[in-house]
């Protein structure tokens, strides 16, 4: 059995090749997830919470708080905040948890 393999090389390279592919194919999963654990550690968040997140967009733009929600702005774990103003009006603010800006 073996012997046919190696008389015909095309079919032992493509055996090779299926092994190669086998055998790497998990080192580069287990390094892409090692890589994005290493990023999420070593993020130190400026706003931790709901409450901070309100606090900041309420002095910045004024009114009154009616909802606080987490969700991603480029990348970075962020709060949106909805806020009634103070004429009025119903508006939503992105607060970035890793560097505390308002937007």
Do not use: E
């Not at 090779?16 to 993020?43: E, M, T, W």
């Amino acid at each position: 059995m073996t012997q046919r393999f190696f008389k015909n090389p095309t079919r032992f390279s493509y055996l090779i090749a299926v092994l190669l592919l086998c055998l790497l194919q998990p080192n580069f999963s287990y390094a892409k997830h090692d890589k994005g654990n290493h990023q999420r550690q070593s993020q130190k968040l400026s706003v931790t919470n709901s409450n901070q997140a309100a606090q900041l967009a309420k002095s910045r733009y004024g009114g009154r708080v009616l909802k606080v929600s987490r969700h991603k702005m480029g990348g970075d774990p962020a709060f949106k905040v909805k806020l009634v103003t103070n004429d009025g009006r119903i508006i939503y603010v992105s607060v970035n948890a890793v560097t505390g800006s308002v937007n």
